[in-house]
């Protein structure tokens, strides 16, 4: 695969516009388009870390947690519902106020508290005080111009214990171009998601929102994969140790899901990574 230009500020600023104007657009559409966040494979595995994180994590009296590009809120509730002090970082407002009004709609009584923060990743880093006790990147980082440069800032900001868990980022790919294996399984989860397909048809026809197109720039790191070995240095070289690791398949159907990561293999791995800071 050809090497990437290297990410000039200006482009920084074009992959970080093209994002929000995108997630902007997208938000009341988001998880009804990402059927590969919420399917019960999906929720098994989240339910694991979130296991092993409460175990990490389960000396403190509070975790001071953050759930950067947040989006609708996908870890910042499951934080909250620990009773954790939970900040949600995102530059998108439309995507923080979805996850507002998820918040909002939990039951009083055990749905915690969560903090908005309106702000890209870098800047909130910047001007954040203090350590914390958990970050959280769920489809984050390949939308993140120098998103090693987040990782390890983040590194440096963990409390002693502290952990951060990283999921739903893509391995560097193995092939550059889809294999039929890869089509095949495509195809399949297409037509196991077809009743998913069809209800958002019809949500869409009926609210009149519309399916916004990702610019170029938006996912730009997700075609070559985030290097997974140059982060785990990084995080060492910061005194974070891996805690777990797994490589799954990111596909829009549990069922899809499940079967391409344990029996079909086919080429393109995502990953789930919590490490914890011992140094
Ligand atoms: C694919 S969504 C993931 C949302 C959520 N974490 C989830 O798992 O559903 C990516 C999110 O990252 C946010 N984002 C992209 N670039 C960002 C940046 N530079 N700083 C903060 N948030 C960013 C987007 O606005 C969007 O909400």
Known sequence: ???????TED??????????EHHDAFAPLYDLSHPNLTHLYERRLLRQDMAMLG?????????????MGAGTGRLALEFTR?????????????????????????PEAGRGNLALVYEGAHDFLAAAEGQFDLFGF?????????WLEVVKLCAERLAPGGCIYITQEPMPADVERKTPAMKLVQALDEIV????????????????????????????????GLDFDAMEAALEARGVDRRRFMRYKDRKTALVAWLDTNLLHTPNWFFRYIGQRVR
Do not use: F
């Open 11 to 20: 482009l920084a600023r074009e992959i970080i516009r093209e994002n929000v």
């Open 55 to 67: 175990e990490l994590l389960a000396d403190r009296e509070t975790v001071r947690a953050v759930d």
């Open 1 to 7: 695969m050809p090497e990437k230009e290297p990410v």
């Open 193 to 224: 998601r077809a009743p998913q397909q069809v209800y958002r048809q019809v949500y869409c026809a009926v609210t009149g929102y519309q399916k916004a197109r990702a610019g170029a720039l938006v996912d730009y790191h997700i075609r070559e």
């Open 138 to 146: 769920s489809s984050v980082l390949h939308h993140l111009p120098h």
């Open 82 to 106: 620990r009773g954790w002090d939970v900040t949600a970082v995102d530059n998108s407002r439309e995507m923080l106020r979805i996850a507002h009004d998820k918040h909002q709609r939990l």
